[in-house]
Every structure is written in structure tokens, then in C-alpha cells.
């Protein structure tokens, strides 16, 4: 049974940093795509950052760009994301997803205030 399970998310200042993880179970890990989704009340789900399958080349939404940063550990069947500098714009529901498949994870808060 795939399995993904986001954690690492809380609530913080503007300009601060978080660090989420996807742990993953149950499917090849090594072999899929993976993004990162977030999705704010009342607003549509949308991509942050995706990344290859070894690693390199990821790829991110503009409005992280250059504060976000997607990376990954095969060997740990994990994902991570680095939150860097904040914003209140940030606050959502962040989501873990093997690209082209309906594995998803339920969740972390993420939740910037001053």
C-alpha cells in the first residue's frame, strides 16, 4: 500500500525557516518523480517544487523561487523541502506527491505570523 507522510510543519515569524519531510513506503521510491503541493483555504492546490528521480534539476513555482529548496534521500525513501524566509503568503496545507499518481500524503500546516 503506498504511503506518503509529510511532518515538519508548524507555525512561525515572518522571515523564519522550516524544514518538511515526506517519508515514503510501499512503491518504489527511487523510481518517481516527486513535488511538493500546497493549497491555502479557499484557494486551489498548486505546485511548489518537483524533482527528479536522482535528485538534480529541480524545479520551482516562481513565487519560491530562490527561498524553497526540494531535495531528496533514495536510500531514506524521503523527500524534503526546505522553507527559507517565510512569508504570510506561505500559509497552507503543504502535500507530498509521486508525479503522475494519485499518492498523496495528508498533510502539514504551515503557518507564518507575526
Known amino acids: 500500500q503506498p504511503r506518503l507522510v509529510e511532518s515538519g510543519g508548524g507555525l512561525v515569524q515572518p522571515g523564519e525557516s522550516l524544514a518538511l519531510s515526506c517519508a515514503a513506503s510501499g512503491f518504489s521510491f527511487s523510481n518517481y518523480r516527486m513535488a511538493w503541493y500546497r493549497q491555502a483555504p479557499g484557494k486551489l492546490r498548486e505546485l511548489v517544487a518537483e524533482?527528479?528521480?536522482?535528485?538534480?534539476?529541480?524545479d520551482y513555482a516562481d513565487f519560491v523561487k530562490g527561498r524553497f529548496t526540494i531535495s531528496r534521500d533514495n536510500a531514506k525513501n524521503t523527500m524534503y523541502l526546505q522553507l527559507n524566509n517565510l512569508k504570510p503568503e506561505d500559509t497552507a496545507m503543504y502535500y507530498c506527491?509521486?508525479?503522475?499518481?494519485?499518492?498523496w500524503g495528508r498533510g502539514t500546516q504551515v503557518t507564518i505570523s507575526s
Open positions: 506527491n509521486a508525479w503522475g499518481t494519485m499518492y
Open positions: 524533482i527528479n528521480t536522482v535528485g538534480d534539476n529541480p
